[in-house]
Every structure is written in C-alpha cells, then in structure tokens.
C-alpha cells in the first residue's frame, strides 16, 4: 500500500443569512417610461421628483440639447412619486427600496417574480388601488404561492382609492366591504385619507431607529414625516375622528393623533388575519418571517446529512444549531444610544423541538416569544389627605 495524503476543504455553512429586512418593492402602474418593467433601485439621497419629471422642449434653445424638467400631470404619477417620497422621508437614514413600474397590460404578480429574480425582499408595496374583495384575496394568494413554491417569506402592503363623491359613511360602507370575510394575514390594507398613506407606512415600517419588533404606533419613533392632505367627502367635510377608530377594527391599519398633542402618528399596524390569529399586528409577523427566512437557510445543508439524527448527540448539536438564529434575534441592541430588547425574549430550552417521524422523515418545531408593549395605559390620579387627617402640616 503506497501512502497518501488528501486534503479538502469543508463547508460548515456556518455563517449568518444576508439581512433583507426593511427592503420594500414597490410595484404600480405609471407613464414614466424609464420604470416601465424595470427593477429600479433608489435610497434615502435618490431625487424620486427627477424621476417622475418629464423633458421638454419649448424653443429653439431647448430644441438644440437644452431641457427642462415638467412635473407630472398624470394623477396615477403623482400618486406614486408621492407615495415614494412619503416612504423616504418616514424610512429616514439608510433607508432603500425598489421599485417596478407598470404598463397598462402588465400584471403585478409577473413584476414581483422579476424582482424576486433578483433581489429578496421582506415586503411588497402595491400601489395602485384595491378595489374588491377579489382583488385582496388575489393578493394573500399570490404570497402564500411565493411562500410555497420559491421558499419567499413576503409580507404585502396593499391601499384603497380615496374617497370620491361620497358622504365619509358611505366611504366607510363601501371599504368594509373590501376586506369583510378576508382571511389574510400576508396582507396589509391601508385606507387612502391622505394621499399618501401608504408611503408613510411603508416608511416607518423600515425606519432603522427601531427594530422589525416594534409596532408603528410606538410614539417615539417620532410624528408621521411629509403626511399628505386630508380627505375631503362630497360635502366637504374633513375626516371625521370616529372614522378612524372604526377602521381600525375594521383591521384597516390607519393614522391617529392624541388629544392635546402635535403632529400624527400611526395606530397598529394591522394585518388581515382572523380575530384569533397569531399574526393581527405586523411586528408579530415579521419576526416569524425572518425567523423561517433564516432557519430555511439552516435546513438546507442538512439534507441527506447522516449527521442529523436520533443520537443525543446529534439532536443536541442540531438543537444548538437551529436555536442561533433566535439568539440572535434575541440578543439587545444599541439604537442611536437608547437601549432595546432584542426582537423576541431569549429562546427557552424548549423553543427548538425535533420529532423523528420515519428514518427520511423529520420534523423541527420552534416557537418565538414576542416581547410586548403596552399600547393601551390608564392613569389615575388621586390625593393623599392622610397626614392631614392626622394633623401633620
């Protein structure tokens, strides 16, 4: 027997999963030719008002190379370029997306496969108006399919038309029927009552001064940036305050103000899921979607790898494995010096269990622990007469 010696080396994929929280596609129908089925990227620095700005040629000057910039008059334009510049102002620093413009015979689903065929994406943002039903559920559809065909933990961001020549009760009546019955809890819809709403969500919902946990009502994230104008109905009435606490049991996911305070701010950010759902907010939501974007990743390898099996050893090393990425997502973080807990609570020794079906077959189960907020405090106050009824001055 002759020696030898063979080296190779050995992938323990041991690294963490790329981040693409916070990065929102926003796909919706516009004449800006440049965005017409192409993936565009832009930032926190983009000039989106240059984007939706049109050349013109007015004089001979201009004819011979010199432009101008036109604003848009195109309605369905200035709704998106507005759209867009609410989710910049409200994403802050460091904020990103996508964007996908639609022709009049494109189809939004086909532009979300093009952009998943690029990039992942925790959200998409559809802009043009739901109008149905139908059209809702046609969106849980399309993200429960992306979920069970191309293993993409999506979250959708959808928006109703603006009131027209409606009283705000009829508004009210034709939005209920919209979502009444829809089980969806992928889907988010935000009711049009300033323009822009949907911008302004979508942006605080990727606002890096606070972590994918924390509800967009959270009050210290700051006020609503850049809120549009308020709706009017056919009488001229502004929105009514009741309104909006209708909608939001409604499971529309609307603004709100406090009484004797400045500014808006944002009420739950509501899901169409059931009323017994795990997921009726989006900050419960979107830590289970990371939380399967990451340990997907994690099975992958372990395939047809013999390592995993009913050993003790071997269940206690794939424990180990499959319980990092809640360590991680447990662990505090440092936000513009304030001091958060981590996106859930530390992960029990229980969070991560594995049954063993059949010698092919196994199943993992893990569970998160949100960590709460308080979103509803009551304060009494009152006086002590106690040391006056003693006598003490």
Same mark, same amino acid.
């Given at each position: 027997?002759?020696?030898?010696?063979?080296?190779?080396?050995?992938?323990?994929?041991?690294?963490?999963?790329?981040?693409?929280?916070?990065?929102?596609?926003?796909?919706?129908?516009?004449?800006?030719?440049?965005?017409?089925?192409?993936?565009?990227?832009?930032?926190?620095?983009?000039?989106?008002?240059?984007?939706?700005?049109?050349?013109?040629?007015?004089?001979?000057?201009?004819?011979?190379?010199?432009?101008?910039?036109?604003?848009?008059?195109?309605?369905?334009?200035?709704?998106?370029?507005?759209?867009?510049?609410?989710?910049?102002?409200?994403?802050?620093?460091?904020?990103?997306?996508?964007?996908? /413009? +639609? =022709?009049?015979?494109?189809?939004?689903? @086909?532009?979300?496969?093009?952009?998943?065929? $690029? %990039?992942?994406?925790?959200?998409?943002?559809?802009?043009?108006?739901?109008?149905?039903?139908?059209?809702?559920?046609?969106?849980?559809?399309?993200?429960?399919?992306?979920?069970?065909?191309?293993?993409?933990?999506?979250?959708?961001?959808?928006?109703?038309?603006?009131?027209?020549?409606?009283?705000?009760?009829?508004?009210?009546?034709?939005?209920?029927?919209?979502?009444?019955?829809?089980?969806?809890?992928?889907?988010?819809?935000?009711?049009?009552?300033?323009?822009?709403?949907?911008?302004?969500?979508?942006?605080?919902?990727?606002?890096?001064?606070?972590?994918?946990?924390?509800?967009?009502?959270?009050?210290?994230?700051?006020?609503?940036? /850049? +809120? =549009?104008?308020?709706?009017?109905?056919? @009488?001229?009435?502004?929105?009514?305050?009741? $309104? %909006?606490?209708?909608?939001?049991?409604?499971?529309?996911?609307?603004?709100?103000?406090?009484?004797?305070?400045?500014?808006?701010?944002?009420?739950?950010?509501?899901?169409?899921?059931?009323?017994?759902?795990?997921?009726?907010?989006?900050?419960?939501?979107?830590?289970?979607?990371?939380?399967?974007?990451?340990?997907?990743?994690?099975?992958?390898?372990?395939?047809?790898?013999?390592?995993?099996?009913?050993?003790?050893?071997?269940?206690?090393?794939?424990?180990?494995?499959?319980?990092?990425?809640?360590?991680?997502?447990?662990?505090?973080?440092?936000?513009?010096?304030?001091?958060?807990?981590?996106?859930?609570?530390?992960?029990?020794?229980?969070?991560?269990?594995?049954?063993?079906?059949?010698?092919?077959?196994?199943?993992?189960?893990?569970? $998160?622990?949100?960590?709460?907020?308080?979103?509803?405090?009551?304060?009494?106050?009152?006086?002590?007469?106690?040391?006056?009824?003693?006598?003490?001055?």
């Amino acid at each position: 027997m002759l020696g030898t010696v063979t080296v190779s080396s050995k992938n323990g994929y041991q690294n963490t999963p790329n981040e693409i929280e916070r990065r929102f596609v926003f796909i919706g129908s516009t004449g800006v030719v440049s965005l017409l089925n192409t993936l565009t990227h832009i930032d926190a620095r983009t000039d989106i008002t240059a984007i939706f700005d049109g050349d013109k040629n007015d004089s001979p000057a201009e004819s011979a190379g010199k432009k101008t910039a036109v604003a848009p008059t195109n309605p369905i334009d200035i709704s998106f370029r507005d759209i867009l510049i609410a989710a910049q102002l409200n994403g802050k620093s460091n904020w990103s997306a996508s964007v996908i /413009g +639609l =022709g009049a015979n494109d189809k939004w689903e @086909d532009a979300l496969d093009n952009a998943n065929a $690029l %990039l992942s994406y925790e959200a998409v943002v559809l802009v043009n108006p739901i109008t149905t039903k139908a059209e809702l559920e046609a969106v849980s559809t399309k993200i429960s399919s992306m979920e069970s065909k191309q293993a993409r933990y999506m979250f959708a961001i959808t928006r109703t038309a603006p009131i027209t020549a409606q009283s705000w009760a009829e508004y009210e009546t034709a939005l209920a029927a919209i979502v009444t019955g829809v089980n969806a809890s992928r889907v988010m819809c935000v009711p049009v009552l300033f323009t822009n709403d949907l911008g302004v969500l979508a942006g605080r919902l990727c606002d890096r001064s606070v972590t994918i946990a924390d509800s967009p009502m959270r009050v210290k994230t700051g006020p609503l940036l /850049g +809120l =549009g104008q308020i709706s009017l109905d056919k @009488d001229g009435q502004p929105l009514p305050p009741e $309104l %909006l606490a209708a909608l939001d049991a409604k499971r529309f996911s609307v603004p709100q103000t406090y009484p004797g305070e400045h500014g808006w701010y944002w009420a739950d950010g509501n899901t169409l899921d059931i009323e017994t759902g795990d997921f009726k907010v989006i900050e419960h939501l979107r830590i289970v979607l990371k939380a399967c974007r990451n340990v997907y990743k994690i099975a992958l390898p372990t395939i047809a790898d013999r390592s995993l099996n009913s050993s003790p050893t071997s269940i206690a090393r794939n424990k180990a494995l499959y319980m990092k990425p809640l360590l991680q997502m447990a662990a505090p973080v440092t936000i513009n010096n304030v001091s958060f807990p981590g996106e859930i609570a530390p992960p029990n020794d229980s969070a991560v269990e594995i049954n063993w079906v059949t010698d092919k077959k196994t199943e993992i189960y893990i569970s $998160l622990r949100p960590i709460g907020s308080q979103k509803d405090i009551n304060i009494g106050v009152g006086i002590d007469l106690s040391k006056l009824e003693q006598g003490d001055r």
